[in-house]
């Protein structure tokens, strides 16, 4: 191994960081226990430090007892789940994805409308859950291209809608399909898949230029840290899905000159200096080098109320 070269943008996009500082402000302002449906963001790592604070994570409201506080994760809910939570007498703290609620509010929009939809998404993923239940009965998923060449849906008005964390190109290659059968296919003014995951792959696209081997650091849960690692095997190159040190492999420093790293949206970049350690371990003159490709300046702020409730200030 000669040389690391790290990817930027990487980690944390400003959805995951406001969903961990929403949390985090709920804990301040209402105390533990607390409970929170699913896990804030798919990372093993910030889930049990939360954990540690006193947070009960749960994947069904019926096991949060009545009168409780819960926050919902970043992924987004039904609303069903919000019916649900009212009829505990819970109190809610949203902690969904802006980026995500904008998605909703599109398939609310257009089912309002008398659309029928074309979901482009993951089966069972939470985020495609939660904005499919918000038409439950106007909505088709579509995995993959070949789905989209069979997929039927009734006649009349018909528009698309995306989860935020799907690979851009296999998105594009869907859609090519779904406009090529459905020319009258209405899409939403501003594309679905967030700005972090399209940097993200971008960023990895631009590794693989440079790098033999390509390591994503990010949990086997997490949706777009998978399209990474996808999106560099597509691009040629060797990668591989890690959130601990000892997954790293001996091979990795002695068969591979140029190791590129980058991390999932919801991976603490701690996690990441480990990689990094692991990896530089009795080759400590091996340079780590920065591949800058794009700037990010987003970020989500909490609700003032709940900054108030915390009793903290908000530097902006």
Request: with cysteine.
């Amino acid at each position: 191994m000669e040389r690391i070269v790290l990817a930027s943008p990487r980690g944390f996009c400003a959805g995951v960081s406001y969903a961990i500082e929403v949390l985090d402000l709920a804990i301040k302002a209402y105390g533990t226990p607390l409970y929170m449906r699913h896990a804030i963001v798919h990372n093993e790592h910030v889930v049990r430090s939360f954990e540690r604070r006193g947070v009960i994570f749960v994947e069904q409201i019926s096991e949060i007892p009545p009168g409780s506080t819960v926050v919902f994760s970043a992924h987004g809910v039904s609303p069903a789940v919000r019916q649900e939570a009212a009829e505990r007498n819970l109190r809610v703290i949203d902690a969904t994805c802006p980026l995500v609620s904008k998605v909703h509010r599109e398939v609310q929009r257009f089912a309002s409308q008398g659309y029928h939809i074309i979901y482009i998404g993951h089966a069972g993923h939470v985020e495609a859950l939660g904005t499919m239940g918000h038409a439950p009965n106007q909505i088709t998923l579509v995995q993959t291209v070949e789905e989209a060449e069979r997929v039927q849906v009734p006649e009349g008005k018909l528009a698309v809608a995306t989860q935020t964390t799907l690979s851009v190109d296999e998105v594009e290659r869907i859609m090519a399909v779904l406009r090529r059968r459905f020319p009258h296919l209405e899409t939403p003014p501003k594309e679905d898949i967030c700005y972090a995951t399209t940097n993200r792959q971008n960023a990895v696209k631009a590794l693989a230029q440079l790098c033999d081997l390509i390591l994503v650091v990010g949990s086997r849960t997490s949706s777009n840290s998978n399209r990474l690692r996808e999106v560099a095997v597509e691009a040629g190159v060797p990668a591989y899905l890690l959130l601990d040190p000892q997954e790293v492999l001996p091979e990795w420093r002695t068969d591979y000159r140029s190791v590129g790293i980058t991390s999932g949206a919801s991976t603490p970049e701690e996690s990441v200096e480990a990689i990094i350690g692991e990896l530089l371990k009795g080759q400590e003159h091996v340079p780590v080098q920065m591949l800058e490709t794009v700037q990010e300046d987003i970020t989500f702020l909490p609700p003032r109320t709940l900054i108030a409730m915390a009793g903290v200030s908000h530097q902006k």
